[in-house]
T-cell receptor
Framework: AQKVTQAQTEISVVEKEDVTLDCVYE???????LFWYKQPPSGELVFLIR??????QNEISGRYSWNFQKSTSSFNFTITASQVVDSAVYFC????????????FGKGTKLTVNP | DARVTQTPRDKVTEMGQEVTMRCQPI?????VFWYRQTMMQGLELLAY????????DSGMPKDRFSAEMPDATLATLKIQPSEPRDSAVYFC???????????????FGEGSRLTVL
């Protein structure tokens, strides 16, 4: 069975601090895909990134960076110099190749960035 | 901007009533998903379709829930009869997939907030 664990339920930081959101996953598949989504207060889920299991290169996009480590089954997300607009619930998700494209989501981490 | 459109945005109903939620996926997308979000369970997959064919509805209570895609521009999720425990936000999402490369980016609608009294 597939499972995604986001151990941090809530995180609160002050603007300009760096913050890392943890994600640990479980799967028996050798090919799989990992995702991060952002859910701002308005409610919709916004896609941030998709990585496949064969690509362990870290990725940076502006203030966002992702660290994928297969050895620890983790796909952590770091926001550098956080801003108030980063306040949202962040979800990590997992899907597999081969017929089942459904995303299995973690429970989410609520990030509050205070001014 | 292409968007997934869901109606209604908010629905309050009484226990026992029928509820129908509608979703217009992004034009050209061939996969459609229905997710339910609650505080306790988080985001749960209810059903999904590829090319209008249902692929997985194992997450859906079969006795009261039904999901259909009458055509490529409309997906529906019906609850009959509704119960208070069905209160949640229901999200529709669409994407493009061949089924061989795993899920791609999914575009989510703004959700339908259902309250069953």
């Amino acid at each position: 069975a597939q499972k995604v664990t986001q151990a941090q339920t809530e995180i609160s930081v002050v603007e300009k601090e760096d913050v890392t959101l943890d994600c640990v996953y479980e799967t028996r598949d050798t090919t799989y895909y990992l995702f991060w989504y952002k859910q701002p207060p308005s409610g919709e889920l916004v896609f941030l990134i998709r990585r496949n299991s064969f690509d362990e290169q870290n990725e940076i996009s502006g203030r966002y960076s992702w660290n994928f480590q297969k050895s620890t089954s983790s796909f952590n997300f770091t926001i550098t110099a956080s801003q108030v607009v980063d306040s949202a619930v962040y979800f990590c998700a997992l899907s597999s190749q081969g017929g089942s494209e459904k995303l299995v989501f973690g429970k989410g981490t609520k990030l509050t960035v205070n001014p | 901007d292409a968007r997934v459109t869901q109606t209604p945005r908010d629905k309050v109903t009484e226990m026992g009533q029928e509820v129908t939620m509608r979703c217009q996926p992004i034009l050209g997308h061939n996969t459609v998903f229905w997710y339910r979000q609650t505080m306790m369970q988080g985001l749960e997959l209810l059903a999904y379709f590829r090319n209008r064919a249902p692929l997985d509805d194992s997450g859906m209570p079969k006795d009261r829930f039904s999901a259909e895609m009458p055509d490529a521009t409309l997906a529906t999720l019906k609850i009959q009869p509704s119960e208070p425990r069905d209160s949640a936000v229901y999200f529709c999402a669409s994407g493009t997939s061949s089924g061989r490369a795993g899920a791609g980016e999914l575009f989510f609608g703004e959700g339908s907030r259902l309250t069953v009294l």
